[in-house]
Nanobody, 121 residues
């Protein structure tokens, strides 16, 4: 069984910062990529940032220059440092991982339960 556990969400004023963490645990053989997505009320889930096992990153245009994704491969953990937060960043943030479970042939996509980020104006 594989689980993704997120932490770090909360309420912050515009211009403030938050750091999200997501740790993958369970029977994991390898992790290919990890990332963060978000879903605001009434909107579709959207990509925020991703990072591969080799460290290559990809960001949504709306967060470039403000958010930084990083990864601790030894501890199967991904972080999202969010600076200069705006009210439009308010959403539930979900951790995602493409990984190969132990004794599995293929990789699968796993999701965390989500953590609320609220930015007040």
């Amino acid at each position: 069984q594989v689980q993704l556990a997120e932490s770090g969400g909360g309420l912050v004023q515009a211009g403030g910062s938050l750091r999200l963490s997501c740790a993958a645990s369970g029977s994991i053989f390898s992790i290919r990529a990890m990332g963060w997505y978000r879903q605001a009320p009434g909107k579709q889930r959207e990509l925020v940032a991703t990072i591969t096992s080799g460290g290559s990153t990809n960001y949504a245009d709306s967060v470039k220059g403000r958010f930084t994704i990083s990864r601790d491969n030894a501890n199967n953990t991904v972080y999202l440092q969010m600076n200069s937060l705006k009210p439009e960043d308010t959403a539930v943030y979900y951790c995602n991982s493409h990984l190969q479970p132990t004794r599995a042939v293929y990789t699968y996509s796993y999701w965390g339960q989500g953590t609320q980020v609220t930015v007040s104006s």
